[in-house]
């Protein structure tokens, strides 16, 4: 089991793309979106995943990632996803010896652009790049698994 390590912030602008060296389409939905853990199927660029998340506890939760065909990815979207499937583009932003997660929201959720920096441990220094605003961390309003 690995335990994902990671702060979550608002972005303020769009400097993050002038600094981004790569970026790539994302849609997913969510199996079970239960309180003690989520199943959410993702389809990235040309890969797709079954990620099943614990429960988060501050920054910190358990996480297992298995790879799946693309084509049974989209199956379980269209057929056993709960809610809406969400739609956004993920830039990578290099800062600091981190590189940052920009997810840029579409549909529904226009307008919503969070960062997200994995971490080490729970305690790790974070420089904060000139693109991140005000952290969300912990704060479920914005858990992907509550925006579909």
Known sequence: MAKEIERKFLVVGDRF???????????????????????????????????????????????WEYAVPVTDAMDMLAEVADGAILRKTRYYVPFADRTWEVDVFHGSHEGLITAEVELPSADAEVSLPPFVGEEVTGDSRYYNSNLG
């Not at 790569?22 to 990620?51: M, N």
Request: glycine share 10%; aromatic share 6%.
């Open 17 to 63: 793309i002038a600094m981004s060296q790569q970026h790539v389409e994302i849609r997913q939905g969510y199996i079970s979106r239960r309180p003690e853990g989520t199943v959410r199927v993702r389809i990235f660029g040309d890969k797709a995943f079954l990620t099943v998340k614990g429960k988060n506890r501050g920054a910190v939760r358990s996480e």
